[in-house]
């Protein structure tokens, strides 16, 4: 099952793609485990989760009294002792919610200033998702924010592919350029670009001229649909048909590109 992590500058669609992906795969039969990853997450309302569901969502960074039980260390803090492998193989199971064959865990994010944080939540966060990329058998979908600090350099190598979201803009390609500048750092070895809110042939050449050389998985287009859908709290999968093609497509492709690996 393959292991993939979106991510890109804020705003440019990581969720929308990580929705449209989650649900293409969900309708081959495959066993969707859709991880949001972002410090403000907002996956479950893309992907339409009922409200009764998504009450039952915290986001595991969140959880101070899990975090002191399997690290032995109060939340918040650095530096002392604590267990920098603890048990996270339940976890999955115990704290996501399941809709249309999706099944959704929340991360959130280490509220703390600075890179590479050694703490409790650090830990935690880090061990979850080394088990989901090595030991879970399900096809992941990481949903990030801009960056790859989740990622160490063992699980970044079992990562099957990173997409970067992008828009037509030069900001949106400088980010993507530095985020693939720092997975490949860390052993990302296949890097995939999607072009999201594209709006006529000259977005589509202007992604081609000043791609940070890396191959274009597919592209959406920018449509008052998409914001609709939003607005009503539906998935786009169900109310933008050309959206949901493309997504099928990208799944077509990728899966093409990993067997001939």
């Not at 002792?81 to 959704?104: A, C, E, Q, T, W």
């Amino acid at each position: 099952m393959p292991k993939l992590a979106v991510t890109g500058k804020g705003g440019v669609g990581k969720t929308t793609i990580s929705s449209l992906l989650a649900y293409a795969y969900a309708e081959l039969g495959g066993n969707v485990l859709a991880i949001d990853v972002d410090p403000s997450p907002c996956l479950a309302a893309a992907l339409g989760f009922p409200p009764e569901l998504v009450t039952d969502l915290v986001p595991i960074a969140k959880m101070e009294e899990l975090i002191l039980e399997r690290t032995g260390a109060k939340p918040g803090t650095t530096g002392g002792y604590f267990k920098l492998n603890p048990r996270v193989d339940d976890l999955p199971d115990r704290f996501s919610v399941m809709h249309r064959g999706i099944r959704l865990l929340e991360l959130g994010a280490v509220e703390l200033g600075g890179s590479g944080c050694i703490c409790p939540e650090s830990a935690m966060l880090k061990s979850l998702i080394s088990h989901l990329v090595f030991y879970r058998d399900d096809l992941l979908i990481m949903d990030m924010y801009a960056g790859v600090e989740h990622l160490g350099r063992a699980t970044a190598g079992m990562v099957d592919a990173m997409i970067v979201v992008v828009e037509p803009g030069k900001r949106s390609l400088g980010t993507a350029e530095q985020i693939a500048k720092l997975a490949r750092d860390i052993g990302i070895r296949r890097l995939l670009l999607v072009g999201n809110k594209m709006r006529n042939a000259g977005d589509l050449d202007f992604l081609h001229r000043f791609s940070p050389g890396l191959p274009i998985l597919g592209t959406l287009p920018a449509t008052p649909a998409a914001v609709e859908a939003d607005v009503q709290g539906v998935p786009l999968f169900d109310a933008v048909p050309e959206m949901a093609d493309a997504a099928r497509e990208m799944v077509a492709r990728l899966e093409r590109e990993l067997k001939e690996a």
